[in-house]
C-alpha cells in the first residue's frame, strides 16, 4: 500500500457544484494531516489542517478517518478559482521531529 | 514579506554542465529541504537541512548535493546534470524539524538537454 494515496482525477465539476475528495494513508501511526492547494505551475500552499474533530473554513471541510486511515475535503459551492490540484500531506512524527509524506494530488477542474 | 526564494526560475542546460539552484528563507527557519516534483510521481524530497552544516539525504539525493553554511540559504548543486534531472524543483522551509507547517518557494523549472 502506498504511503499516501489519492484519486489523481481530474474531477470536471461545474460552478455552485460541491465535490469531495478523499486520501488514504498506510502509516497508523500519523499524528496530523493537511490539505495544501497547487495552482498550475506554481508552489503548493497550505490550505487547512486536519483535526481529529473535523473543521471548516468557509467553503471547505476537512474531516479525518482514524479507523480507516483516510482523510477527506468537501467543497461546497464550487468556484472557477478553485480549479487546482490538492494534495493530501500527512505527518509520521518520529521522536521529536515530523516527516511529512505528499500524496501525488487530486487535479479539480470547475467550470462555468 | 516573510518569504522563500529561489533562483532561477527556469534553466535549460546542458548534460554534465554543472549548475546550482540558490534557496534563501528569511523566516529564521531552521528546518529547509528540496524537492523535486513530476507527473505522476508527485513531490519527492531530495535533500533536507536541520540547522547550518547540518544535511542528510531524503528520497531521491542521487545526482544532488546540497550545502548550509548559512542559515538563511540552502542552494541545491548538480555538478553534472543529465536529462533524467529535467523537472520542477521546490525549496521549502519550516521553523524547526518539529514544525508541521512548510512554505515553499515558488520554484524552479529545469531543462536538461
Known amino acids: 500500500r502506498k504511503e499516501v494515496e489519492q484519486d489523481p482525477g481530474p474531477f470536471n465539476v461545474p460552478e455552485g457544484a460541491t465535490v469531495a475528495f478523499n486520501c488514504t494513508y498506510s502509516?497508523?501511526?500519523?499524528?496530523?494531516f493537511f490539505w495544501y492547494r497547487q495552482d498550475c505551475r506554481k508552489e503548493p500552499k497550505l490550505l487547512m489542517s486536519?483535526?481529529?474533530s473535523g473543521n471548516e473554513d468557509g467553503r471547505f471541510t476537512a474531516q479525518l478517518n482514524r479507523a480507516s486511515q483516510y482523510i477527506s475535503l468537501l467543497i461546497r459551492d464550487s468556484k472557477l478559482s478553485d480549479s487546482a490540484t490538492y494534495l493530501c500531506v500527512v505527518n509520521g512524527r518520529g521522536s521529536g521531529y515530523s516527516t511529512l509524506t505528499f500524496g501525488k494530488g487530486t487535479m479539480l477542474l470547475v467550470s462555468p | 514579506e516573510a518569504q522563500v526564494t529561489q533562483n532561477p526560475r527556469y534553466l535549460i542546460t546542458v548534460t554534465g554542465k554543472k549548475l546550482t539552484v540558490t534557496c534563501s528563507q528569511n523566516m529564521n527557519h531552521e528546518y529547509m529541504s528540496w524537492y523535486r516534483q513530476d507527473p505522476g510521481l508527485g513531490l519527492r524530497q531530495i535533500y533536507y537541512s536541520m540547522n547550518v552544516e547540518v544535511t542528510d539525504k531524503g528520497d531521491v539525493p542521487e545526482g544532488y548535493k546540497v550545502s548550509r553554511k548559512e542559515k538563511r540559504n540552502f542552494p541545491l548543486i548538480l555538478e553534472s546534470p543529465s536529462p533524467n534531472q529535467t523537472s520542477l524543483y521546490f525549496c521549502?522551509?519550516?521553523?524547526?524539524?518539529?514544525?508541521?507547517?512548510?512554505?515553499f518557494g515558488p520554484g524552479t523549472r529545469l531543462l536538461v538537454l
Open positions: 502509516n497508523s501511526a500519523s499524528q496530523s
Open positions: 521549502a522551509s519550516r521553523v524547526n524539524r518539529a514544525e508541521e507547517t512548510q512554505y
Open positions: 486536519v483535526y481529529s
